[in-house]
Structure formats: C-alpha cells, structure tokens
Nanobody, 125 residues
Framework: QVELVESGGGSVQAGGSLRLSCDAS????????MAWFRQAPGKEREGVAA????????YYPVSVKGRFTISQDNAKNTLYLQMNSLKPEDTAMYFC??????????????????WGQGTQVTVSS
C-alpha cells in the first residue's frame, strides 16, 4: 500500500511558476515509476511527467517539455513537479501517481495503481 498526498497548487498568472510536491508513505520501496497527471474539466486525465524510481530517467510529453521538471527526493519520499512558464492551458487538477510494477507506457493511467487526491493549478492570462 502506498499513500500519496499532493500539495503546492494555487493560482498564478501566465508566465509564472509553481512547484508541486507529493509526499509518499507506506511501501514506497515497491514503486517502479512515479508520475504527475493532470485533468482539466471535460478532458481526459493526461500524463505530464514521470520518473523511473531507481534510474531517475524522466519522461515528458511535448506539451510541457522544457517547462516542467519532475524530480524526487528519496530520503524524504517526496516527488516534485517544478512548473515554469505556465500557460492558461496548464490549468487543471494535478495528481501524483505510483506504479508498483513494470509498465509499457509511462503515460497510461492504467499503469498506475496508487493516486493522490489532487491539487488544483489555475493559470490566468
């Protein structure tokens, strides 16, 4: 069992920055991948970043590459998402997720077994 709690969301103007945090507890050594997803109203949940827990290899979609950075502090069992140059289209609920087995596609929601409750990010123009 892995429990995830996100924090750090808020409201910013376009061009601003936010850093999201995800505190993990429980059997955290079982995780293969950690990821951030987002879901805007009326849209499907989409992956915006992932990190392989042991190697630290990171993954991003084109829409956020160069603006978002995922990182992890294993000593604190905390996952981060640094978001820079935010755009109004980044407005969404952001979720932290953990996969506890090998996965084929880092951006597939079904690959992740554990989810946080989400934190809202609102970017105004």
């Amino acid at each position: 069992q892995v429990e995830l709690v996100e924090s750090g969301g808020g409201s910013v103007q376009a061009g601003g920055s936010l850093r999201l945090s995800c505190d993990a507890s429980g059997y955290t050594s079982s995780t293969y991948y950690m990821a951030w997803f987002r879901q805007a109203p009326g849209k499907e949940r989409e992956g915006v970043a992932a990190i392989h827990s042991r190697s630290g290899i990171t993954y991003y979609p084109v829409s956020v590459k160069g603006r978002f950075t995922i990182s992890q502090d294993n000593a604190k069992n905390t996952l981060y998402l640094q978001m820079n140059s935010l755009k109004p289209e980044d407005t969404a609920m952001y979720f932290c997720a953990a996969a506890v087995s090998r996965i084929i596609s880092w951006s597939s929601r079904t690959a992740y077994k554990y989810w946080g409750q989400g934190t809202q990010v609102t970017v105004s123009s």
